[in-house]
């Protein structure tokens, strides 16, 4: 009798270890997922929060362009006046679209244009790395 004893408060001892386990392994994932989801909205909210000054500084940009390109000859002055257009522009959109629309924006940039998509990031990481490496 002492023998079956033994078997059975062993293995309610080892049933007792897993589930404590499996308690402590659950609560680690759900605080990593607590984590990463406040991660997420602290991002989001950080690029919500630059929109309107990226704007604003894109406007006067584009502000700054129309009264430059008046001084210039004419060919000069349609490119600066058009470029100027293009960043107002971008600046009514960053303004008006969130987070979220500008990513789905984005996505179907990429799924539409792959390649030029490819390119233009590549140039940007060579742009990004070339300017990092001169603060060294």
Avoid: C
Wanted: a neutral charge; charged letters at 30%; glycine letters at 8%.
């Amino acid at each position: 009798m002492p023998d079956g004893m033994d078997r059975d408060t062993s293995q309610w001892q080892s049933t007792g270890t897993s589930e404590r386990m499996k308690e402590q392994v659950s609560g680690t994932i759900d605080q990593a997922k607590e984590k990463a989801a406040n991660l997420g909205r602290r991002a989001v909210d950080r690029v919500e929060a630059q929109r309107e000054p990226a704007a604003g500084a894109l406007d006067k940009t584009a502000s700054r362009l129309h009264e430059r390109g008046d001084q210039f000859a004419n060919t000069a002055a349609g490119a600066a006046h058009a470029t100027a257009d293009k960043i107002q522009s971008i600046a009514e959109y960053v303004r008006y679209h969130d987070t979220k629309a500008m990513m789905d924006d984005v996505g179907d940039m990429v799924r539409r244009y792959p390649g030029p998509f490819l390119a233009a990031a590549a140039a940007v990481g060579f742009l990004a790395g070339r300017a990092f490496r001169n603060y060294d």
